[in-house]
T-cell receptor
C-alpha cells in the first residue's frame, strides 16, 4: 500500500479562522513532509519531520504550525492566514529521508478569503 | 545551493511524435526522480535514477541519467494524448535532507 491520505480535499477559510490539515500514511515511513504548491509552479518544501521530530523548517511563517502526533500522522495547523496562502498543500512521506522516493498525498486545496 | 532546471517549460506536440525533456542540476546528488502531475491532482512517481548511465523505461517514457554532465532526460516515444500532464524532475540530497524540484514541463499532446 503506497497511499498517503489527506483531509480535507478542499478548504475555504477566512483570515481570522483556525483550521487544520491532516495527513496519514501506513507504509511505516519515518519521514514526512509538507509542501505548498501554487498554480503552474513546482512544490515548495515547508517542513520535514524525521522520526517524529521536526528536522527542517524552510523559514515558514508562524501562522503555519506543523505537528507530528505519531509516526503515521502529520498535521498542519493554520491560523490567521493571508489570501496569498491560497494554494495546494501536499503531504508526502518516504522510508527514511528525502533522498528516497517520496509518495505524495492527493493534497488539500486551500482558499483563504 | 542545489538548483534544478528543466527545458522546455511547455511542449505542444502531435500524437505519434517523439520528444525529449531535459533536466539539469547544479551539484552532485544522490538520486534523480521524475514525477508526473495531472491538472488539479497530486504527484505520481515515475522513475528514480540512482547511478550514472541509469536508464529506465515504462511504456512510452524512458528516463536516463548522466551524472558527469548533471543531466537527466525524459524521452517520449510516439506520444499519445494520455501523456498530457506536467512532468517534474527532482533531485534528492541526503546532505540537505531535501528534494529540489525543477520548474516542471507542461506537455500537451494534440490528436
Amino acid at each position: 500500500d503506497t497511499e498517503v491520505t489527506q483531509t480535507p480535499k478542499h478548504l475555504v477559510m477566512g483570515m481570522t479562522n483556525k483550521k487544520s490539515l491532516k495527513c496519514e500514511q501506513h507504509m511505516g515511513h519515518r519521514a514526512m513532509y509538507w509542501y505548498k504548491q501554487k498554480a503552474k509552479k513546482p512544490p515548495e518544501l515547508m517542513f520535514v519531520y524525521s522520526y517524529e521530530k521536526l528536522s527542517i523548517n524552510e523559514s515558514v511563517p508562524s501562522r503555519f504550525s506543523p505537528e507530528c502526533p505519531n509516526s503515521s500522522l502529520l498535521n498542519l495547523h493554520l491560523h490567521a492566514l493571508q489570501p496569498e496562502d491560497s494554494a495546494l498543500y501536499l503531504c508526502a512521506s518516504s522510508h527514511q529521508g528525502a533522498s528516497e522516493t517520496q509518495y505524495f498525498g492527493p493534497g488539500t486545496r486551500l482558499l483563504v478569503l | 545551493e542545489l538548483k534544478v532546471e528543466q527545458n522546455p517549460l511547455f511542449l505542444s506536440m502531435q500524437e505519434g511524435k517523439n520528444y525529449t525533456i531535459y533536466c539539469n542540476y547544479s551539484t552532485t546528488s544522490d538520486r534523480l526522480y521524475w514525477y508526473r502531475q495531472d491538472p488539479g491532482k497530486s504527484l505520481e512517481s515515475l522513475f528514480v535514477l540512482l547511478s550514472n548511465g541509469a536508464v529506465k523505461q515504462e511504456g512510452r517514457l524512458m528516463a536516463s541519467l548522466d551524472t558527469k554532465a548533471r543531466l537527466s532526460t525524459l524521452h517520449i516515444t510516439a506520444a499519445v494524448h494520455d501523456l498530457s500532464a506536467t512532468y517534474f524532475c527532482a533531485v534528492g540530497s541526503s546532505n540537505t535532507g531535501k528534494l529540489i524540484f525543477g520548474q516542471g514541463t507542461t506537455l500537451q499532446v494534440k490528436p
